[in-house]
């Protein structure tokens, strides 16, 4: 059995997809944080404000997705 390929733009889509995802939760769990006083690891918030979240954001946009209509 050879395996299942799957088309670029299939891939892409996907790949796009679970970032815009995890662009989502990384944001939201931040402003709970701020807003709300929800625990976050002092760490974790600092690396997703300043690693996770920009990264996420050119990655998104060199796949081609658009930031405006993530949350």
Do not use: N
């Not at 799957?6 to 889509?13: C, H, R, S």
């Not at 690693?51 to 405006?68: A, C, V």
């Amino acid at each position: 059995m050879a395996g299942i390929e799957i088309p670029f733009e299939i891939a892409d889509g996907i790949t796009l997809a679970v970032m815009k995802e995890h662009l989502q939760h990384l944001r939201e769990e931040c402003r709970a944080h701020l807003e709300e006083g929800s625990w976050m690891h002092p760490e974790d918030y600092h690396d997703s404000m300043t690693k996770l979240i920009p990264s996420l954001e050119i990655l998104i946009r060199y796949f081609g997705g658009d930031l405006h209509d993530i949350p």
